[in-house]
């Protein structure tokens, strides 16, 4: 196995609308793509529970990407754990934790594990780099608009 991977991001929200950015498949197809681009929203399926799966296709223009788990742990408006799996990588590891530093400024920490070699993970850091440069621009753009979630 290799290192964990680990990215910090702090994004101009509140901790409850971040955390429903991940929770909520209304919203998580808004952003939830590597892609910069994507050649559509992606399609998200959730029974958000532990033990509930779920179900991520990004439609990039290399094509549609499936990514699907299992909910493992949900303390809600704090931690979600799942697991990942992809068309690189099977039954890895994903811990979200969320703390709010201010009213509108929270900081998201993603840990993903049990990676089977280093270039699965470098693939993994390109591409949750371009996911979580997607939320925060939806969190800039979107979230930050009158009556939006």
């Known amino acids: 196995m290799t290192d964990p991977l680990v990215i910090k991001r702090v994004l101009p929200c509140a901790k409850r609308q971040l955390f429903d950015a991940w929770s909520k498949p209304s919203v998580m197809t808004r952003w939830f793509c590597a892609a910069q681009q994507p050649v559509a929203p992606s399609t998200v399926n959730n ?29 809600r ?55 979580l440069a997607n939320l925060e621009l939806f969190m800039q753009t979107e979230v930050a608009l009158p009556g939006n979630p």
Not at 55 to 74: F, K, L, N, S
Not at 96 to 115: A, I, K, P
């Open 77 to 131: 408006y704090n931690h979600i754990a799942f697991t990942w799996n992809s068309h690189i990588v099977q039954d890895s590891f994903v811990e979200l934790d969320f703390r709010e530093l201010s009213v509108n400024r929270t900081e998201l920490t993603l840990t993903h594990t049990q990676f089977p070699n280093d270039d699965v993970r470098n693939a993994h850091i390109k591409g949750w780099g371009g996911c």
């Open 47 to 75: 029974s958000f529970t532990v033990g509930g799966e779920y179900e991520v296709i990004m439609h990039t223009p290399g094509g549609d990407r499936r990514h699907h788990g299992v909910y493992r742990a949900i303390q």
